[in-house]
């Protein structure tokens, strides 16, 4: 699928598109939406929590429910948090199996940066 890049303007496809698509869901609280008030995850609610198993499990659960309810082009099959680069900031790295190409091309793994006001999604 060919898209538009949110920040830049210019065309983006594939991996890339489907990152930016995954990170606007996960950085979109529910509710906000104003036509699709049931649009997004509750990601948001569970980024600032103190990082226990708890909440790591709420997060994981989040993110497979947020991307298996808005993002048909993904099977998730993996889920992992991780440390962000900076104090305090969170990546997930998601893998999975796209149900929109062929068999040989279907694996992906793609890291999302959280951030507190939206995703920035970068592929990889």
């Given at each position: 699928?060919i898209?538009?890049n ?18 606007d ?7 906000t939406?104003?036509?699709r ?18 909440i790591?499990m ?11 309810r ?8 993996r ?15 998601i ?7 062929p ?9 999302i ?7 920035a999604?970068?592929a990889?």
């Open positions: 699928m898209g538009m949110a920040s830049a303007g210019t065309a983006i496809a594939d991996n890339a598109h489907l990152a930016q698509s995954i990170g869901i996960l950085g979109t609280p529910i509710g939406r104003v036509m008030r049931d649009y997004g995850s509750m990601l948001f609610d569970l980024i600032d929590q103190p990082i226990n198993a708890a790591r709420l997060i994981h659960a989040a993110t497979v429910i947020a991307i298996r808005w993002e048909p082009r993904l099977l998730v099959t889920v992992a948090l991780f440390q962000g680069a900076a104090d305090g900031s969170l990546a997930i790295t893998e999975g199996q796209r149900t929109d190409l068999r040989a091309n279907e694996r992906v793994s793609l890291s940066p959280i951030r507190r006001g939206g995703a999604p970068l990889s």
